[in-house]
Structures are given as C-alpha cells and as structure tokens.
C-alpha cells in the first residue's frame, strides 16, 4: 500500500499554461511539504502545511499556489507556467516534532 | 544562510573498496537524515541521527554524526554495485524543514 502518493508521474505542458499536481499520503502524518528538485537534482524545500495550516513558504514565486483540503492532501497549482518550472516536484510527509520525511515518487514536469 | 555541502559530488570506485562521503553544514543541528535516489526515483530514508555521536549501520552502509564539528559521515565498505545511486544528507531545521546537500553520485564497477 503506498505511502504517500502523487498524480500525475509526468506532466508536459506548454509555457503559459496552469496544471496542477496532487499529493496524498496514509501514514497519518500531519505535516506535508513540496520539494523541487532541479536537472542538477539539487533538492529545494518549496512549501510545507501542518493540519492544513502554511508553516513554511521559501520564497517562492506567487505563481506557485499550495492547497491542502486535509492533513492527508496537499496540492500544487502552478499559474502561467514558464521553462525554469522544469523540474521533478517531491511531495513528502512527516510528524510534525520527528523530523524524519517519507517522499512520495516524484512528478517530473516538463514546460515546452 | 545555510548550507549543507557534500564531498565528493562523484564518486567512482571499483567493487570491495572502501570510501566515505562527507556532509558539512553551516548551523546548529542535532539531527541529520541520510537519502538513497536511484535515477528517476523517489528519495529512501537511509538513515536518521538524532544527537552527536550517533552511529548508525545497516549492510555496508554506517553513517555517523559529530554535530559540534557539523560533520557526518557516510562510509561505505567493500563496494557492491547495487550500491551505486546519489547520497543526500540533510540537516534538520527546528524539526520542521531540511535543507539538503548536493548529493553525492555513487558509481560501482565490477
């Protein structure tokens, strides 16, 4: 049974473009987070929620719009999409005070 | 600002050998998590450090922590192939984010 979970795998899309990405986990964790991870697989926290509530949000550009209906779900829409969007975007879990993250498998998107 | 640097970024090595990557970092932190990412793969909690002089092994893997120097470790011992993937270490921020290393990419050959 999978842990935390993500939809779509692969997105490719078109510059100017919105899309949404969709994370979902069953560990029972309260606190979820968006990774980037660029062509140099640097990993870059993006945002993280707590029982729905935005903890963290590391500058990142306004285009960029977290969602998370419940502790279980947190979403990513991405406005007006451009080239330096590129990327695999992690989702991942945790216990809010234990630190350790489980991340889901990745959505590589790809902005023509 | 912070930062998390690992040494080296690649790693080529000949199976049964021996090597140890290293991860510094630049603030104050008693926790640090080591990752495994196969290539078009979700990261693999490898290893979780909770305070200085943590050790940890599993297999040919041992990770270790020294958090007032800001420094640990990753030996690895008599390389196999199966072993080859990217490291990430990554620092605990006030157990609510981590910020990680470049990762070091680990090549194997027989």
């Known amino acids: 049974d999978t842990a935390v979970s993500q939809t779509p795998k692969y997105l490719v899309t078109q510059m100017g473009n919105d899309k949404s990405i969709k994370c979902e986990q069953n560990l029972g964790h309260d606190t979820m987070y968006w990774y980037k991870q660029d062509s140099k697989k640097f990993l870059k926290i993006m945002f993280s929620y707590n029982n729905k509530e935005l903890i963290i949000n590391e500058t990142v550009p306004n285009r960029f719009s977290p969602k998370s209906p419940d502790k279980a779900h947190l979403n990513l829409h991405i406005n007006s999409l451009e080239l330096g969007d590129s990327a695999v975007y992690f989702c991942?879990?945790?216990?809010?005070?234990?630190?350790?993250?489980?991340f889901g498998p990745g959505t590589r998107l790809t902005v023509l | 600002e912070l930062k998390v640097e690992q040494n080296p970024l690649f790693l080529s090595m000949q199976e049964g050998k021996n090597y140890t990557i290293y991860c510094n970092y630049s603030?104050?932190?008693?926790?640090l998590y080591w990752y495994r990412q196969d290539p078009g793969k979700s990261l693999e909690s490898l290893f979780v450090?909770?305070?200085?002089?943590a050790v940890k092994q599993e297999g040919r893997l041992m990770a270790s922590l020294d958090t007032k120097a800001r420094l640990s470790t990753l030996h690895i011992t008599a390389a196999v192939h199966d072993l080859s993937a990217t490291y990430f270490c990554a620092v605990d921020i006030l157990l609510i984010k981590l910020i990680f290393g470049q990762g070091t990419t680990l090549q194997v050959k027989p």
């Open positions: 450090l909770l305070s200085n002089g």
């Open positions: 991942a879990s945790s216990l809010i005070g234990d630190g350790e993250q489980f």
């Open positions: 603030t104050t932190s008693d926790r």
